[in-house]
């Protein structure tokens, strides 16, 4: 996925990630309160205006916000697939520390990018004892045409985490194994690209505001 299509990509997630219709929450799916209540927090913290100029203290208190609902685990184990076995137990730890970074510093510095959208929850279904769900939701965005996002959210321990989102077919999951799984075959290392992608991490969260990553 080129630059320009992987921004549109963080755009998209963010805007059915961070705002729902608090309206309608009491008639949401438990999935989809997690996802509505996460919208609430972030619109607090942006309308009180903290840490907006710095970029890196935002990312923080963003990741306040993204960390208790998204199973970065799981995530990370599908994302790096076959190489998630093979891994030392340090290199999954780490592994998931700089990927959850590149994701929330991303989603952050794309989040303060946003303009005008709608987000639609479509009817989704679920049994009192299903274990995992995919929540369906349509995104306007300014002038462009309605997409549907439709995000794989799993039940641990009685609470609803994403782990994975589809945009027009294009799972952020597949995206990514692939991305890791060229960059591990070039280096012969999984330490390498872990250690390449904390350095981009340190890079972009130096960045200031107005510079994208």
Do not use: C
Not at 115 to 131: C, G, H, P, Y
Not at 151 to 170: L, T
Not at 178 to 206: G, H, Q, W
């Amino acid at each position: 996925m080129n630059t320009k299509k992987r921004s549109t990509f963080f755009f998209l997630f963010l805007s059915g990630l961070f705002f729902s219709f608090s309206s309608i929450a009491a008639d949401l799916l438990p999935p989809q309160q997690v996802i509505n209540t996460m919208s609430e927090q972030m619109k607090q913290a942006l309308s009180e205006g903290t840490n907006k100029h710095n970029f890196a203290e935002f990312t923080k208190q963003v990741e306040t916000i993204i960390y208790p609902n998204v199973d970065f685990t799981r995530m990370s184990a599908l994302v790096l697939g076959k190489h998630w076995k093979a891994a030392t137990k340090q290199e999954r730890g780490q592994f998931i520390y700089e990927f959850r970074t590149l994701l929330t510093r991303t989603y952050s510095r794309t989040f303060l990018e946003l303009s005008d959208w709608q987000l639609t929850f479509l009817v989704s279904r679920i049994k009192a004892d299903a274990e995992k769900i995919i929540i369906k939701t349509k995104v306007k965005a300014d002038k462009k045409p309605e997409i549907e996002i439709h995000y794989r959210m799993i039940s641990k321990n009685g609470q609803w985490k994403v782990y994975d989102f589809m945009i027009e077919g294009i799972s952020l999951i597949k995206n990514y194994r692939k991305s890791f799984s060229d960059e591990i075959k070039a280096a012969k290392s999984l330490t390498k690209v872990i250690e390449k992608m904390a350095k981009r991490n340190k890079a972009a969260l130096s960045k200031p505001l107005e510079t994208k990553t």
